[in-house]
C-alpha cells in the first residue's frame, strides 16, 4: 500500500527536475556544519554551484544523487505507512451492525453460487462462512486505510496521536 501525498511545491520541483530546469540548492550537498568558518562554507557552496551551472555532466550526478535521495525517502514513507497500517489493522474491530451486514451478504452470495449450480446445499454454509471471512478482511483493511489516510490528512502520525496504547485503551471502553 503505497500513499503518497503530493503539494505544489513537490510537483513544481519534480516537472523542474524531470525537465532539467532544477535550481538546486548547494545547502543540499554542503552542510554548514562540515567547515570550520562561515568563508569556508561559503566559498564550498560558491564553489558547488559554480561546478553545477558549468558542468552537464556534474549537473546530471546531482541530479542522480537527489533523485536516489527521493526515492529512499519515498521508500522509507512507504515502509512507515505500511508498519503503521499493520499496527492500526490489529487493533481495528467491526461492530455488530458491519458483522451482521456482512453475514447476511456472505448468505446471499451462497444462496447465489448454489442457484446457480456452483455448489450443492450441503456446501452453502461453508461457502457463506468463506465468504464473510473475505468480507470481514476488506473491511478490516478498508476501516484500516481510512484511519491511515485520516492520519496522514492531519499531521497526526508524525506528532503520535494515535498510538497503539491508545487504541488498545479504545478496545477496552
Known amino acids: 500500500m503505497e500513499m503518497v501525498i503530493e503539494n505544489r511545491r513537490s510537483i ?7 525537465f532539467g530546469f532544477g535550481d538546486y540548492d548547494p545547502s543540499q550537498f554542503v552542510k554548514r556544519q562540515d567547515y570550520k568558518t562561515e568563508a569556508e562554507y561559503l566559498a564550498a557552496r560558491a564553489d558547488f554551484y559554480s561546478r553545477y551551472t558549468a558542468d552537464p555532466s556534474f549537473r546530471s550526478t546531482v541530479r542522480k544523487v537527489l533523485q536516489e535521495r527521493e526515492e529512499e525517502a519515498k521508500r522509507k514513507e512507504t515502509e512507515k505507512n505500511n508498519e503503521r497500517f499493520k499496527q492500526i489493522r490489529k487493533h481495528v474491530l467491526l461492530d455488530e451492525f458491519e ?4 453475514d447476511n451478504e456472505a448468505v446471499k452470495m451462497a444462496h447465489d453460487d448454489y442457484a446457480s449450480g456452483k455448489i450443492s446445499s450441503a456446501q452453502i454454509g461453508r461457502k457463506a462462512h468463506e465468504y464473510f471471512n473475505k468480507l470481514e ?7 484500516a486505510g481510512n484511519i491511515l ?4 490528512f492531519r499531521g497526526q502520525r508524525d506528532e503520535g496521536k494515535f498510538t497503539d496504547d491508545d487504541l488498545e485503551s479504545k478496545e477496552d471502553d
Open 12 to 18: 513544481v520541483d519534480k516537472a523542474n527536475r524531470a
Open 99 to 102: 458483522r451482521a451486514h456482512m
Open 137 to 143: 478482511a476488506s473491511a478490516l483493511d478498508k476501516k
Open 149 to 152: 489516510m485520516n492520519e496522514l
